[in-house]
């Protein structure tokens, strides 16, 4: 196709859920009663619904027709079957495991391989990725590589380890190391992808060491194709092949489904070594299902099955990258202060360039996200200093995220171009007013995992003086 054209969604709508437009006095009413914490929202009561790429995008119509000859027998369905082969030619791995969703993988593989006292190193850890860890007694070291600190740096690959900080942790830390796990593409680190040199040399210093690789596989037909794109090399090589390499170097891989297999639940983990798969399996039945269903019906492993082929299509690979960039490049040309280059599912707002009157105690990126809600309807996620702040181990006091981001991840063939031409032009009437915008603060919040529960309150930019 023509780069010059106009980007189309190559597909044709079948099916349509109306979207509710609302007032500005209705949002008001709405945020205030959610305490100003978005995830508190009625769905009904938002417009345009950005707050995950997780499970949240829109089957075709070939994955509809195979729910209906879904097998929904307890034991050696058919559906399993055909679930089984997906995955296996998908991403050369013997042996599969289905479960419910990705963090149920993350729980099974960690209890066999994961142990008290043990490191798992990763060029950054889902917070799913990351609890499971720790619920082994274990810890959870981030590696990510420096270029991904500076959000305007155009590196195209900062989701990659850095490979000199992991080869002296496994050197320091040898015999403790219980895993590497690389997550493709980086969700916590803006949805950047890993490039395949980082992952081939990732793998020599596993297998110099003798740890396993798993790959957190969420997204990884994003990161295939953004390989494609930015790695030397790889531009005439087809997706398949390239998830085929990318996959060559894994002893292990886990997914949600719930992203890159373009299903609304769902989930496996697979890996080469059958002893490590009877034990899993032996696990499976206690914890989620017997080992032809894990913790799937028949449909939904149909949908699975199905939806990790159609996700390869490059058609929609380049529409889904190129819908994302448009709406990255845009904001970029009004002076928005966006996260480059863009990542593979979503767009990522810099709140702390965005409200540089607001210090972190403010919650910057919480600020942001409501004003766009406010503004358009639009409901995004804070990932900064409400959701992830840390404590100082030695004072106790609350020490701020790395990066104050609003992330407007974009579900997968949901919204159309006119919604992203529409999502332009709410951040930048919000971007022209930014210098009014207020601050905030957490009123009541729960002991664990704050941000989903928090009631907030808004208040001055400026903070009381200290006395
Ligand atoms: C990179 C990554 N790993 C793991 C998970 C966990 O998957 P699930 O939500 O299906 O448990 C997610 C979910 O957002 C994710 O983004």
Redesign the pocket.
Known sequence: MNDDLPIIEPFRIKTVEPIRMTTREERERCIRAAGWNLFRLHARDVLIDLL?D?GTGAMSAEQWAALVRADESYAGALSYDRFEASVREVFGLDHVIPTH????A?HLLFHQLVGPGDVVLSNTH?D??RANVEDRGATAVDLPCPEGADTGALFPFKGNVDLVALERRLEEDAGRVALVVM?LTN?AGGGQPVSLANLAAVRRLCDRSGVPLVI?A??FAENAWLMKQREPGLAGVSVDSVVRRIFAYADACTM?A??DGLANIG?FLACRDETLAARLRDRLVVTEGFPTYGGMSGRDLEAVARGLREVLDEDYLRYRHASIAYVCERLAARGVPVLVPPGGHAIFLDAGRFLPHLSWRRYPGQALAVELYLEGGIRACEIGSLMMAGRDPHTGREVPAKHELVRLAIPRRTYTQSHMDFLIEIVSRVWRRREEIEGMAIESAPEVLRHFGARLLRVPAAEPQSV
């Open positions: 995950t997780s969703q990705g963090r149920a993350e889902f799913t990725t997550t969700n957190d969420c997204r949600s719930k992203k989930g």
